[in-house]
Structure formats: C-alpha cells, structure tokens
C-alpha cells in the first residue's frame, strides 16, 4: 500500500520556469491538501480539495494552481517560478477532515528557485 | 480565527531526561488536537490526538491532554530516547471544517 506518493523529490527551477509538483493517493480518501514548509514557520497550507472537482484556497495560494479532476490525483502547478517559492512542499490526505480526521503526508517535494 | 502556538526550539535533552513541549491553541468550538512528528527527511506522521475536552492522547510512551480551560495540548514523555529526536508540530482541525492548523514546530535532539 504506497499511501501518498509525491513525485519529484528534489528540482531545481530557474526563475520564470513552470513545473507541476504530482500528488497521489491510493487510499481513497477525499480530502486533499498541499503545504509548504519554511524553516522556522511550521506548515502553510497553499491549496486544499475536499473531492474531485472542488478546490480551494488555503493561506498562501499566490503563484500556485491546482486541479482535482480524479479521487486519486492532486496536483499542484507552479507558473513563473520565483525565489521565494523555494521551500519543501507536502501533500496529505484526509478520509474524514473535521472532527477527528487524520493527514497522512507525502515524503515531500523539495524545490529551490534560482 | 483558528491557530496553534507551541514551545519554540530548539530544545537539547540527555537520554532519559522528562520532555515538555507547550503547545496552546486558539479556536472557535471543539476542535480535535494533534501532535504529528517528523523524523529527518520524511514527511509528517501522527504521534498522538484527542477529539474532545480531558481526552488524553497516547503513543510510544508520548501523552498529551486536552486541557479546554487552558486551551492547552502539552506534550509530554518521561523518558526520551535518542531515536526521539524530531521535529513535533502541534495541529488542530477545525470543527466542521476543512482545514487544519500547524504550530511552527518544535525540534527536539536527544544526546546520549
């Protein structure tokens, strides 16, 4: 059972390039989320989907996009990378968000923008 | 609005030393309450919860409880191993909602 595969690992981007950081899920679960990770500042959440088809805006969502059109797939689209997008990127899942649920988290997706 | 402020770091133990990492939340409701770790070079992963007021939370020998007069989900372990050594995010999920909050984590080494 693979749970939450994030795909790269590492890149390295020039500024202005775009990519898309992949995210999948095999548990079936309907609540998605991607984080950033800062040193010092704990987890940002940039975008979050609640099921195929809907999307959302977390706290941090400028220079970021992203689609949800399958349960499994969340990716996350970076448009005219900048320096300050260097960070370490998270995908997570959650069966039952709310109350009681639980994030499952990627391995993370380390880029940095030069 | 919702948000998590727990203990900064770093903070440097020897083995066997009692642990407490503070950890205090700002929410409107019940929200339920997390401790996640993360070991060097992977992601998060759950150590402990509790979903209501004076539930504690328990796992390798980690606790916390849901302290709702203080706002307060301290974590606690009273003996830490070098294999404790981490980085421990405090969290919360907002009820009836769809997100959950972070505290900016705090890094724990454990010297032998």
């Known amino acids: 059972n693979a749970g939450v595969t994030q795909t790269p690992k590492f890149r390295i981007l020039k500024i202005g390039q775009s990519m898309t950081l992949q995210c999948a899920q095999d548990?079936?679960?309907?609540?998605m989320y991607w984080y950033r990770q800062d040193p010092g500042m704990g987890l940002k959440l940039i975008y979050y989907?609640?099921?195929?088809?809907?999307?959302d805006k977390g706290e941090v969502p400028n220079g970021y996009n992203v689609s949800r059109s399958t349960t499994e797939d969340f990716p996350l689209r970076l448009e005219l990378a900048a320096p300050s997008q260097t960070s370490v990127y998270f995908c997570?899942?959650?069966?039952?968000?709310?109350?009681?649920?639980?994030?499952?988290f990627g391995e993370g997706s380390r880029l940095t923008v030069l | 609005g919702n948000s998590v402020t727990q203990m900064e770091g770093p903070v440097t133990l020897s083995e066997e030393a009692f642990l407490t990492i503070n950890c205090t939340y700002t929410?409107?409701?019940?929200?339920?309450l997390f401790w996640y770790v993360q070991y060097p070079g992977e992601g998060l992963q759950l150590l402990l919860k509790?979903?209501?007021?004076?539930d504690k939370g328990s796992n390798k020998g980690f606790e916390a409880t849901y302290r709702k007069e203080t706002t307060s989900f301290h974590l606690e372990k009273g003996s830490v191993q070098v294999s404790d050594s981490a980085v421990y995010f405090c969290?919360?999920?907002?009820?009836?909602?769809?997100?959950?909050?972070f505290g900016t984590g705090t890094s724990l080494t454990v010297i032998p």
């Open positions: 548990m079936n679960h309907n609540y």
């Open positions: 509790a979903t209501k007021a004076d």
């Open positions: 989907s609640v099921g195929a088809g809907i999307t």
């Open positions: 997570a899942t959650s069966g039952l968000a709310g109350l009681t649920g639980e994030l499952f």
């Open positions: 929410a409107t409701g019940y929200p339920s």
């Open positions: 969290a919360l999920s907002d009820v009836g909602g769809n997100q959950f909050y």
